[in-house]
């Protein structure tokens, strides 16, 4: 692997020795003269160095400074700087700011010599391990999102330009199994923050209190059974990304929090005063209409314009049925190789049916059918009887005391939900008590579930 040294050296003659020496050792060595010829080479990514040797005072300005200024530019290179009047708040800072070392001119040549061999050692570490997390990562380009229909290539085509620009916050729409995660990692393993964390929080998953913890964190002793300091998922997610899914989920108290720490770039634990500074990239997910919801009050209007800088809308599957024909061979090669299968031939009598199926649960019950009939496949030939393809959502049906739920993924849990809510709901003739007692539940829990899945008709 071919080194390069940035010098940046306004005295020629010690540039000149320092260049010479370390072409010598095997460096390919870039000599310059001020701070606005770093930055050009920088940006333009005309030089990416391993290490930056440069003095402190320079004739345009402080190194420190400009250091502080391009450290996203090159996060993998290690900053060694000297100065011929070193003091102790300046060596603090370089140390604070991340430099390698700080040297007082003179400096011995051995010395440097050791400090530039420690310090390439260390860029070369983190500069591997970031090569190796690109390449894990490279699953997640924006070609991921598999499809030939008109919807998918438009999707793609987005993603494609949502990678090369640093947004601060996204909204993902569409329905429950549609791909909204994959989405949500092409865009943060695609783009700029790819080698920082990408956290993950289902909203509908937690309750309140423990999502509010979660989300900001706490210090120890904020409420009873907090022994300890957590960091909320904020501060984990810091140069990173925060994936929220379901986020009409959240309640309207915690759409305030997160509006304050996306306007701020600060976050508070619970329990203590200090505020923290944070740089996310929110990413949000839901499968109800945030627009919507925001008009009639469920969701915060501030949150929601905020947060929909960009909005990624994926198709369901009953509207790209062509995507099938990429998506069924992928499937299908992914769990020959898991299961150890050899899968190969797809009968007529199967895509007919496969593309005759409404797929009310999208690509997840895809995924489920193929992953079932790999299984279960007794030869190359992919078998018709496991295809199981159950009822729609809109084929559910209720007699007597009794609904009919389809399960095999092709209805989601928050559709059955509505279903029955509805069901009991209309056989109690829209008395609320009366449907409650039905259900076993109590009034106010099946007026909230009445406002979440916006059954109008009902007099909450």
């Given at each position: 692997m071919i080194k390069t040294l940035l010098i940046i050296e306004d005295e020629k003659l010690l540039g000149l020795e320092l260049s010479r020496h370390y072409k010598q050792m095997g460096w390919e060595v870039v000599l310059i003269t001020t701070l606005s010829e770093a930055r050009e080479l920088l940006i333009s990514k005309t030089v990416e160095p391993l290490l930056i040797l440069s003095d402190m005072n320079l004739p345009d300005g402080n190194a420190l400074d400009f250091m502080e200024s391009m450290k996203k530019q090159v996060s993998i290179a290690e900053w060694i700087f000297l100065t011929g009047y070193g003091n102790v708040p300046d060596s603090v800072r370089a140390l604070r700011l991340g430099a390698y070392d700080f040297l007082e001119k003179p400096c011995d040549l051995d010395r440097l010599d050791l400090v530039v061999t420690s310090a390439s050692r260390s860029a070369s570490m983190s500069r591997r391990v970031i090569d190796q997390t690109k390449q894990g990562h490279r699953r997640y380009s924006p070609e991921a999102f598999v499809g030939e229909s008109s919807q998918a290539k438009a999707v793609r085509q987005l993603l494609t330009k949502l990678t090369k620009v640093p947004f601060s916050a996204l909204i993902i729409g569409g329905e429950t199994g549609t791909g909204k995660g994959l989405i949500a990692r092409i865009l943060h393993y695609g783009g700029s923050r790819a080698v920082q964390p990408m956290i993950e929080v289902n909203c509908a998953a937690l309750p309140r209190e423990l999502l509010e913890s979660e989300l900001f964190g706490h210090e120890a002793g904020a409420f009873t059974g907090a022994t300890g300091r957590h960091r909320g998922l904020l501060e984990q997610a810091d140069g990173g990304t925060l994936f929220m899914d379901e986020i009409g989920e959240m309640p309207l108290e915690l759409q305030a929090k997160l509006l304050k720490v996306i306007e701020d770039h600060k976050v508070r634990r619970l329990g203590s005063e200090k505020e923290i500074s944070v740089d996310v990239q929110i990413i949000a997910a839901s499968n109800r209409d945030l627009e919507n919801m925001a008009q009639a009050g469920t969701f915060r209007a501030d949150l929601y314009h905020r947060l929909n800088v960009f909005r990624v809308n994926l198709p369901p599957l009953r509207d790209a049925i062509e995507d099938l024909d990429e998506l069924v061979p992928l499937f299908i090669a992914e769990y020959n190789a898991k299961a150890g299968q050899h899968v190969k031939q797809i009968p007529n009598e199967v895509w007919q049916k496969l593309k005759a199926h409404d797929w009310r649960g999208n690509v997840r019950e895809?995924?489920?059918?193929?992953?079932?009939?790999?299984?279960?496949?007794?030869?190359?030939?992919?078998?018709?009887?496991?295809?199981?393809?159950?009822?729609?959502?809109?084929?559910?049906?209720?007699?007597?005391?009794?609904?009919?739920?389809?399960?095999d993924g092709s209805m989601a849990l928050d559709d059955m939900d509505k279903f029955i809510i509805k069901t009991a709901l209309e056989r109690a003739e829209n008395n609320l008590t009366a449907a409650a007692r039905d259900l076993g539940t109590t009034r106010e829990t099946l007026r909230y579930r009445v406002k979440k899945y916006q059954l109008n008709s009902v007099d909450v």
């Open positions: 895809l995924r489920n059918v193929i992953e079932r009939c790999v299984l279960f496949a007794e030869g190359s030939a992919f078998p018709e009887q496991w295809l199981q393809l159950g009822k729609s959502a809109e084929k559910v049906t209720a007699d007597g005391t009794h609904i009919h739920l389809p399960l």
